[in-house]
């Protein structure tokens, strides 16, 4: 088995011709069926990918990308250059089981470390473990769960299972470099936020109170409506946080989004003193992503579910913290919003 980054059109096109074999049409990224944009995106620094190849033939893909890259501000990605995405894997199904997922995620990460790179997330499903075995065998820790992160018609035919539901994913978070320290504020009224920042052991301070910024709340928002799938980064919480973010949340639901994902400044005293309003809201506590906005801030994970059925006990975690993680997660869930349909 050979391991190489992406550098020519004729290897963007193998590429396209193992995703087919494995997911069809159905791949939650269009773009990577697109030679010439993943060709593009990889020349540009938004998307590094590594292949597997056995005999000539394209066997397995990891990507190292900017995380959420297609929501930007003027152009420029808001996430921190130091952070990447480890997504986009495939493996064809005579290949699984024989290291391959291994060997390019070993790769990649030689590789970032000696590009500087800070950290690394990995979002695995929950209807297997294999990603997120390999993901923690790595030393990448959970943080942050999207229940029905990706839509019910993305469907690995070799995962097990049906397609009928959503699936859910579970963020993994590996720390490429000495962890920068600095301080949380945890949301009122979550208290496992506050333990899952002490519990990982990545050198921050949880705080109370504090001054609360004065400044209107400032976010981005993306959604793709054929995905049914939305996000919003808060940039600046304010004053008017939980009534922007319930008027947003309306809007978006009414709007038949079935997974709205909520980045918040994790440092910010209006968050945690306005987390009991955005309960209210029918946002829930989802985790925690370390050093993800530009300057190395900070993000609290909230969620928005619209009108989907979740089954908890279809949610397969790999160990304890895995298992604390959904179970909080959701707890939170169900004691949100009525309008989603617990399995």
């Given at each position: 088995m050979d391991i190489r980054a992406l550098s020519t059109l004729d290897e963007a096109r193998a590429l396209v011709d193992c995703v087919y074999a494995v997911y069809g049409l159905t791949f939650h990224r269009d773009y990577v069926y697109r030679p010439e944009q993943m060709l593009e995106l990889n020349r540009?620094?938004?998307?590094?990918?590594?292949?597997?190849?056995?005999?000539?033939?394209?066997?397995?893909?990891?990507?190292?990308?900017?995380?959420?890259?297609?929501?930007?501000?003027?152009?420029?990605?808001?996430?921190?250059?130091?952070?990447?995405?480890?997504?986009?894997?495939?493996?064809?199904?005579?290949?699984?089981?024989?290291?391959?997922?291994?060997?390019?995620?070993?790769?990649?990460?030689?590789?970032?470390?000696?590009?500087?790179?800070?950290?690394?997330?990995?979002?695995?499903?929950?209807?297997?473990?294999?990603?997120?075995?390999?993901?923690?065998?790595?030393?990448?820790?959970?943080?942050?769960?999207?229940?029905?992160?990706?839509?019910?018609?993305?469907?690995?035919?070799?995962?097990?299972?049906?397609?009928?539901?959503?699936?859910?994913?579970?963020?993994?978070?590996?720390p490429l470099a000495p962890a920068s320290g600095g301080e949380v504020r945890p949301p009122r009224g979550v208290p496992w936020l506050g333990a899952l920042v002490a519990g990982a052991g990545l050198g921050r301070g949880l705080a109370e109170g504090g001054p609360a910024e004065e400044a209107p709340t400032d976010?981005?928002?993306?959604?793709?409506?054929?995905?049914?799938?939305?996000?919003?980064?808060?940039?600046?919480?304010?004053?008017?946080?939980?009534?922007?973010?319930?008027?947003?949340?309306?809007?978006?639901?009414?709007?038949?989004?079935?997974?709205?994902?909520?980045?918040?400044?994790?440092?910010?005293?209006?968050?945690?003193?306005?987390?009991?309003?955005?309960?209210?809201?029918?946002?829930?506590?989802?985790?925690?992503?370390?050093?993800l906005h530009a300057g190395g801030a900070d993000a609290w994970v909230y969620s928005s579910l619209g009108p989907v059925s979740v089954d908890p006990a279809g949610i397969v975690t790999h160990g304890d913290a895995g298992a604390a993680l959904r179970d909080a997660v959701v707890a939170g869930w169900r004691a949100g919003a009525p309008g989603p349909a617990a399995g």
């Open positions: 540009s620094g938004l998307v590094r990918s590594f292949l597997a190849f056995d005999g000539g033939r394209v066997i397995g893909h990891l990507a190292f990308l900017r995380p959420f890259f297609e929501l930007q501000r003027g152009g420029v990605p808001l996430a921190d250059p130091g952070i990447g995405e480890v997504g986009l894997s495939v493996v064809l199904p005579d290949a699984q089981h024989s290291g391959v997922q291994s060997a390019l995620g070993h790769a990649m990460f030689r590789w970032a470390k000696a590009d500087g790179k800070h950290s690394a997330m990995m979002k695995c499903v929950t209807n297997h473990t294999y990603s997120q075995r390999s993901g923690l065998a790595m030393g990448a820790r959970p943080l942050a769960l999207f229940l029905a992160g990706v839509p019910q018609w993305v469907a690995h035919p070799q995962a097990g299972g049906g397609n009928d539901a959503p699936i859910s994913t579970m963020l993994l978070y590996l976010l981005e928002v993306e959604f793709q409506p054929a995905k049914r799938l939305a996000q919003v980064h808060v940039l600046q919480a304010g004053p008017d946080l939980a009534v922007r973010l319930d008027a947003l949340n309306r809007w978006l639901i009414a709007g038949h989004m079935a997974h709205v994902s909520y980045f918040l400044p994790a440092a910010s005293a209006q968050v945690q003193a306005q987390a009991p309003a955005l309960a209210e809201a029918g946002l829930f506590p989802a985790g925690w992503v370390p050093q």
